[in-house]
């Protein structure tokens, strides 16, 4: 049980990774076992019986992340479109949810492409209006997902606000904090009733593994997805819970030098570029700067930067020397994204148009080099 009054760098640390009782490694070890004896008809060592349904190091895992994101309890995926899935999976024929409009297209493909042949419908809306959300729920619906801020155009939505209009129509409140994490804001403390993360990203810190989670606050929720990681089996496996084990462990120093990173590149590009070209809550022209400020704890290392047309975005990719053009993001390395042909190609040109991703928009995770090379790279490819 995580002690709440142990600063978060700590419980980063410590909670969930208690030395090893066996031999004092401090390291949580990587249980590689598929089943567990059991010591008579019914009689488990820990409640461990087979490896889908529990394992030490998911579990020292799981308790690590609840403690972070101050939930009641953690349930980790083989990634983060794993956990989403289980987050809409137990929902029934008929049940609606109301998303943000402008999320990852990997999530509208899953709700759109997928869930919609089970009979669930979905509904899209600018949140950053919580009176938009509020006309947008109706009597089946069941859940309002939001990214905040959003995937790839930094908006952002006020989570309290919107986490008080689910409530009064008793909808539960889920939030996407992949691109904060926990270190940097706390949507559990501002009224949300689920926290997701693709742990591929900050979370893990290092490009080197995949994952999701789940983190509930009430135990039917628990009880929910439990099932849900029983039945469907989408499970995070032993190694990759040891590395985001690894990653957590580093959380909040990573984070403080993204946001100190993020900050200057973003002023960087304000400046080279014109603010109105760069979407950063970071840069006080941001139309929700001031909501950031209050509701994050800094402003992170994503951003987004228009290049004027599909020829510039490639020709300023290519040019990149330290840089890498990638998927994914929040790894260590600075990493150059192309919304249109990577994460939102499956959205469609309408649709992205209607969004504002252009053939032109390039997104910046930055990374935690020394800053001067990474302005300096973004200096030279963008000529």
């Not at 390291?27 to 009689?43: F, K, M, R």
């Not at 990573?254 to 840069?283: I, T």
């Amino acid at each position: 049980m995580s002690d709440t009054k142990l600063g978060f760098a700590t419980r980063a640390i410590h909670d969930g990774q208690k030395p090893d009782a066996a031999t004092g490694a401090v390291n949580v070890p990587i249980y590689l076992t598929s089943t567990y004896q059991q010591d008579g008809i019914g009689e488990t060592r820990g409640g461990h019986e087979y490896a889908r349904l529990t394992n030490p190091t998911r579990d020292a895992l799981e308790e690590s992340l609840c403690s972070l994101e101050g939930g009641t309890s953690a349930h980790c995926f083989g990634s983060g479109m794993a956990a989403i899935t289980a987050m809409v999976t137990m929902m029934k024929t008929g049940d609606h949810v109301v998303c943000t409009d402008n999320m990852y297209g990997g999530t509208g493909r899953l709700f759109d492409q997928v869930m919609t042949n089970y009979g669930l419908t979905f509904s899209y809306v600018d949140t950053r209006d919580a009176k938009a959300v509020a006309a947008a729920i109706r009597p089946e619906t069941k859940l309002v997902h939001i990214e905040t801020p959003t995937n790839p155009m930094m908006s952002v939505t006020d989570i309290r606000a919107v986490a008080e209009v689910c409530h009064a129509r008793g909808v539960e409140l889920s939030v996407d904090n992949t691109f904060l994490s926990p270190y940097l804001q706390r949507p559990i403390e501002l009224g949300a009733d689920i926290v997701m993360h693709s742990t591929t990203k900050f979370l893990n810190g290092h490009s080197d593994g995949l994952g999701g989670v789940l983190v509930a606050t009430r135990p039917e929720q628990a009880e929910r997805f439990r099932f849900v990681q029983k039945c469907t089996g989408g499970i995070l496996s032993p190694f990759d819970s040891y590395l985001l084990l690894r990653g957590v462990k580093t959380l909040a120093v990573r984070m403080e030098q993204h946001e100190k990173n993020g900050r200057v590149v973003g002023s960087f590009l304000a400046e080279r570029l014109g603010a109105d070209k760069v979407f950063y809550p970071g840069l006080e022209t941001h139309p929700q700067h001031e909501l950031a400020k209050r509701q994050q704890r800094g402003f992170g290392s994503m951003m987004s930067f228009e290049c004027g047309s599909l020829e510039a975005a490639n020709t300023f990719a290519k040019r990149l020397k330290l840089c890498y053009l990638a998927e994914s993001l929040g790894g260590v390395e600075t990493l150059m994204c192309h919304p249109a042909t990577m994460t939102h190609a499956a959205v469609g040109a309408k649709r992205r148009a209607e969004l504002g991703i252009t053939d032109g928009l390039m997104r910046v995770s930055v990374g935690i080099e020394d800053v001067g090379d990474i302005v300096g790279d973004l200096e030279q490819a963008l000529g």
